[in-house]
């Protein structure tokens, strides 16, 4: 299976339960990988053919801006759910991050893989 990834995006919005972190904007940071063939776009050098990795960085931010939670495992879903309809991605995985949210740690965060990888397995 062919991949199309981002790592490291850092963007900053809401997000937390406590009233102060509904008040504030924290960084956040994705790493995400999605199945793709990227064989269809490679053939002609088409880049309308594959999933325009710039364009996703710019709506994934909007998207989690556009949509404040509480929880970091809801965002993920959220973000998934957006991201596989908005650009029919068969299959992905999603890291998101929370930086320093926990004394002595580097980050926090969870990680969800959704969707049918393109060789038919399933995740």
């Given amino acids: 299976m062919d ?3 981002i ?3 850092t ?3 809401t997000i937390g339960f406590y009233q102060w972190e509904k008040e504030i904007k924290q960084t956040l940071v994705v790493d995400l ?3 793709w063939n990227t064989a269809i776009a490679a053939e002609n050098d088409e ?3 594959t999933l325009d990795y710039a364009a996703i960085s710019e709506e994934l931010v909007k998207f989690a801006n556009d ?3 509480d929880l970091i495992e809801t965002l993920a ?3 998934a759910t957006f991201l596989m309809a908005q650009y ?3 299959w992905l995985k999603l890291k998101l991050m929370k930086p320093n949210a926990v004394h002595n740690a580097t980050t926090v965060g969870v990680e969800i893989e959704r969707g049918q990888a393109i060789n038919g397995k399933s995740s």
């Fill in 11 to 13: 963007f900053q919005t």
């Fill in 77 to 79: 879903e959220r973000i």
């Fill in 47 to 49: 880049l309308d053919k």
């Fill in 3 to 5: 991949k199309v990834y």
């Fill in 67 to 69: 949509n404040p939670v």
């Fill in 7 to 9: 790592e490291g995006l």
């Fill in 33 to 35: 990988a999605m199945g």
């Fill in 88 to 90: 029919h991605i068969p």
